[in-house]
């Protein structure tokens, strides 16, 4: 038997060697410049201008004067560049009677975001492990509740929450504000994480169990740490939620608690004067640094976490 | 002996679904009892409700004579290994092993003591300051085992530990488990759905279905003297042969007929009486078949025709076609026959079982 084979190796060997010779071998070379890759590169390009020129238009324009404005190119690069606009909009453009620029905004969306992001986040949070994992009475109806909260319009809720506000005594208050914040955050969190925790393997909150764990001891020492991704994702949709936000803005504080949101529209819409379009597009881009930001730094993380969360749900 | 876990009349239901119902178990000090049965016949429920993951709807669980039906599962005295580890990814070895240990507060000094035993029996030291990821599967299983080690439990819960390993570590990790239960003398609970396992590993077997134990034996009671046709279809591979056919009487003595074909059935140690008439089916394992020189004298000879053969190695199993059946012959692996071969055979009656077609139960 082994004879065998060694003789017929030699002959086999030969009989590869000539279709090597001629035939195709190796990886397959790829044409660079097909009709599907032009359509892809194609599609993707126009996709990007169609994003970016606006951009670009903002970002040229903040730093132009405004004679250089009036002269009307609004694609031109700036042949002058001056940072007055941004300075001016940070610091000194008026909103009604205030001539204090954007910042007062600023620091007042930091104020209500951050609170608002880590209390709704972490009641969320609690609420989703419960939902997934300790399935007592009446989860189900209880989980329903909250689903069906996420669909009702914001506008038939503004008023009853203006006066149970003003019954406590928050009404135009910051902390009124950020209470506004996490309710209305909770129903899409609380379906985010009890979805990722249902992701998980069941088995792992069984072996917690029989290790006796309990409720707080499973949740900080098992489950958070698992949970790292969602929370990011969680983060990046509070926070970019409450910064751009509105609505709540203008309806539950006072002038002097007014988001950044708030105060740029003030800013560009105000009628007294000449319109300064440079101030108005600096304005605009400063107001939309901070979502921006959050995006770059964590935009892969918030990948790998909608991913993560959507396998199973 | 004393009994280890006792199960008295329990049943579970999911709504209108009874999972279980009405069952009885007693595990003795120190056995290894095996749950078998294919998927959703219950076995991993009736665990889950040992040890405390589920809420029983009627009945009592009493482990080492405490009732512990409403006792949270630390309090059961029980350690558990699952088939996918469910090792905390987030913390090393060693911290999984003591994690159990420092949510009960035990002294440092303890902790430390039992992971080195732990670790030492389990033979997984140098591991200890690696994370789960960084293990391979049987590992990952070994830690698991440990888990429940450290714990000092009397008993032993293991729910389709091997399932997720191949074929090599499987069979390492079976003769593992055996060695460890020898060795430590808990008692064991252990559910598969692998008839392997179960033999090799088993005092005792229930074989589950539809939430019913079918029988509770061992091992080798449940092979030779299956209780029923599902037992014995479901124990041993390749599977029983069945006859359909009906009792009869020759000569005063019990026959079996099927399509004409007439067995004798001498040396069949039957439960009940062989009433001629009686609707039955005949049940002989593929190595209780013999075939050509292997026929002792005197033996009643059958003709068949060989139809396909099997060569595993130390075996060769022949597929045969007798009187319009076709069944399966176990021979020795050296043995060869070509497809369309006539070979005579003889079928050991002593090894066969008879089960009533309608009660489905051994006569």
Redesign the interface.
């Given at each position: 038997m082994s004879d065998r084979t060694i003789q017929a190796r030699p002959a086999a060997a030969a009989g590869a060697l000539v279709a090597t010779l001629s035939g195709p071998s190796g990886a397959k070379p790829k044409r660079r410049l097909s009709g599907r890759n032009i359509m892809i590169y194609g599609t993707l390009f126009v996709a990007a201008a169609y994003y970016l020129l606006p951009l670009y238009v903002m970002v040229v324009t903040s730093l132009k004067g405004m004679p250089e404005i009036r002269l009307g190119n609004i694609f031109s690069p700036p042949l002058e560049i001056t940072f007055e606009p941004w300075v001016k909009a940070w610091s000194s453009a008026c909103t009604g009677l205030n001539c204090d620029g954007l910042s007062r905004g600023f620091w007042n969306s930091v104020r209500i975001t951050i609170p608002s992001t880590i209390i709704s986040i972490m009641i969320a949070s609690i609420n989703g492990y419960a939902l997934s994992n300790w399935r007592f009475k009446g989860a189900d109806f209880f989980f329903t509740i909250l689903i069906v909260g996420a669909f009702i319009p914001y506008q038939v809720m503004i008023y009853p929450i203006v006066i149970v506000l003003r019954e406590i005594g928050l009404y135009g208050s910051l902390s009124g504000l950020v209470i506004v914040h996490t309710i209305f955050g909770m129903p899409i969190l609380t379906l985010l994480f009890r979805n990722y925790f249902a992701s998980l393997?069941e088995?792992?909150f069984?072996?917690?169990?029989?290790?006796?764990?309990g409720f707080w001891?499973i949740y900080f020492?098992?489950m958070l740490?698992?949970a790292l991704p969602i929370f990011v994702v969680a983060m990046i949709l509070q926070i970019t939620g409450i910064w751009n936000d509105f609505l709540f803005g203008v309806v539950f504080t006072r002038p002097e608690y007014y988001p950044m949101t708030v105060q740029l529209n003030n800013i560009v819409n105000s009628v007294q004067g000449v319109k300064e379009y440079n101030v108005n597009m600096a304005a605009t881009i400063l107001t939309g640094a901070v979502p921006l930001l959050v995006y770059f730094i964590s935009g892969r993380l918030f990948v790998r976490g909608i991913a993560a969360g959507a396998v199973k749900g | 002996m004393n009994s280890s876990v006792s199960i008295k009349d329990l049943s579970l239901s999911f709504g209108a679904v009874n999972v279980l119902e009405n069952l009885n178990l007693e595990i003795r000090d120190g056995e290894f009892l095996v749950l078998l049965g294919s998927s959703g016949c219950g076995k991993s429920t009736l665990l889950?409700c040992i040890?405390g993951?589920l809420d029983i709807s009627e009945g009592q669980v009493f482990i080492k004579g405490k009732n512990v039906t409403w006792e949270?599962?630390?309090d059961r005295g029980?350690?558990?290994v699952?088939?996918?580890y469910?090792?905390?990814?987030?913390m090393t070895v060693e911290k999984n092993l003591s994690?159990?240990l420092k949510?009960?507060k035990t002294p440092q000094a303890e902790i430390d003591k039992r992971v080195a035993r732990a670790a030492e029996i389990l033979q997984i030291q140098p591991l200890l300051k690696r994370k789960p990821s960084e293990l391979s599967g049987g590992q990952r299983q070994r830690v698991a085992i440990g888990?429940a080690l450290v714990?000092d439990v009397d008993v032993f819960l293991f729910?389709e530990p091997l399932s997720n390993l191949d074929a090599k570590l499987r069979s390492e990790l079976r003769v593992e488990i055996k060695r460890l239960h020898q060795s430590l003398k808990n008692t064991m609970i252990y559910v598969t759905h692998d008839q392997i396992e179960a033999l090799t590993l088993a005092d005792r077997i229930a074989i589950m279905k539809n939430g019913v134990i079918q029988q509770l034996d061992d091992p080798i009671a449940i092979y030779n003297a299956p209780r029923n046709l599902f037992v014995a279809g479901f124990i041993g591979s390749p599977s029983m042969n069945f006859l359909n056919g009906e009792l009869a009487a020759r000569d005063g003595k019990p026959v079996f007929v099927a399509n004409g074909v007439t067995f004798g059935l001498d040396g069949y140690d039957a439960d009940g009486t062989l009433k001629a008439g009686r609707k039955a089916v005949l049940g002989v394992r593929p190595e209780h078949i013999k075939v050509n020189e292997d026929i002792a004298a005197g033996s009643e000879i059958h003709d068949a025709i060989v139809d396909i053969e099997e060569p595993m190695g130390a075996d060769n199993l022949l597929w045969l076609k007798h009187a319009g059946h076709t069944m399966s012959v176990r021979i020795n692996g050296s043995r060869r026959f070509q497809p369309g071969t006539a070979v005579k055979l003889a079928f050991d009656m002593t090894m066969a079982s008879v089960f009533d077609a309608e009660t489905e139960l051994r006569i």
């Open positions: 393997p088995e792992l069984k072996a917690a169990r029989i290790d006796g764990a001891a020492r098992i740490p698992m | 889950n040890a993951l949270e599962p630390k029980i350690g558990m699952f088939q996918s469910a090792l905390y990814p987030q994690f159990g949510v009960a888990r714990r729910d």
